[in-house]
């Protein structure tokens, strides 16, 4: 294994030389107090960077890091953050790997616009925009360009938004997909078909269990974290248990294990809405 590099000071470097990007931004466990123990780097964190540009449309490829000084690229992939829907790139480099969220600077300039009139504090799309941010640079962010420039609509942003939240609504929405796919699980386990059921219960099922139980978790006050990160070491041995899955290809066990996470749904969505919504009747 390559040995570790700071490549936060690479990427400055990089940053500073660069006139098309007037924002660098180092996020995530690297730019965290190391007091927080839950959250601060250690050897397998990455580096997180959200980058503000003129030219987002460089990144789409791995051309631009060849200008990278003194570090080699190994894989690169361009996809869409789950969060923004910005492009986001993941990419290996011998010693060292990173995030980054690429923000086009037409569309900071205009939230930075629409701030200063205060729009962020009225209901709708521009509010969940500065929402999805607040949500990712709250825990800590530190501008290694564009500080001037960019940070008081970071710190406004912080201050005026609160992290988006699971309403009831949503939430029963996200119990009604459950359902619909908990049927087709049934229907295909019957079937025959075990790896297409294995994979709708790990990437839909498990995933609905799990964001009902992170809202659940926020409304009683308790620590927790988007995408099940740390989940083994801020959760009961109890909620663990009940959001695992445990899936082997045959056909009684996907059936055990879809039957598992419907009662996990029935069992969060009673602590989150109470009878408001309810399991429906399924031939």
């Known amino acids: 294994m390559s040995p570790a590099v700071d490549f936060g000071e690479i990427m400055t470097a990089w940053a500073r030389k660069t006139p098309s990007v007037s924002g660098l931004v180092l996020i995530g466990s690297r730019e ?32 631009w ?3 990278l000084a ?16 910005v492009p986001k790139i993941n990419a290996v480099f011998a010693g060292a790997e990173s995030d980054l969220v690429i923000i086009p600077a037409a569309a900071a300039r205009l939230m930075k616009l629409a701030v200063a009139f205060g729009l962020h504090r009225r209901e709708g799309r521009l509010r969940c925009r500065a929402q999805d941010l607040a949500e990712v640079i709250r825990p800590g962010w530190r501008f290694l360009k564009g500080a001037e420039t960019w940070d008081p609509l970071y710190r406004q942003i912080t201050a ?9 609504e949503a939430a029963c929405q ?4 459950f359902v619909c796919d908990y049927v087709w699980c049934l229907r295909k386990i019957a079937r025959g078909e075990l790896r297409a059921t294995q994979r709708v219960l790990l990437q ?13 978790k926020r409304r009683k006050g308790e620590r ?18 009940s959001v695992t899955v445990i899936a082997p290809l045959d056909a009684t066990s996907l059936h055990g294990a879809v039957a598992k996470a419907a ?12 009878e408001s919504w309810q399991w429906p009747e399924i031939d």
């Open 32 to 63: 965290r107090a190391n007091t927080d123990t839950l959250e601060y780097a250690d050897a397998h964190s990455d580096w997180d960077f959200q980058i503000i540009t003129s030219n987002p449309k460089m990144f789409a490829d791995r051309a």
């Open 65 to 67: 890091t060849r200008d």
């Open 70 to 85: 003194d570090i080699e690229l190994r894989a690169y992939a361009a996809r869409t953050a789950q969060i923004g829907g």
């Open 160 to 168: 005026d938004v609160p992290d988006p939240r699971l309403g009831n």
């Open 174 to 177: 996200l119990a009604e997909t």
């Open 204 to 216: 839909e099922l498990a995933e609905v269990n799990l964001k009902l139980l992170h809202e659940l």
């Open 224 to 241: 927790t974290f988007t995408k099940a990160r740390r989940i083994e070491r801020i959760t009961t041995a109890d909620q663990l248990e």
């Open 263 to 274: 009662a996990t749904c029935r069992q969060l969505m009673g602590a989150l809405v109470g």
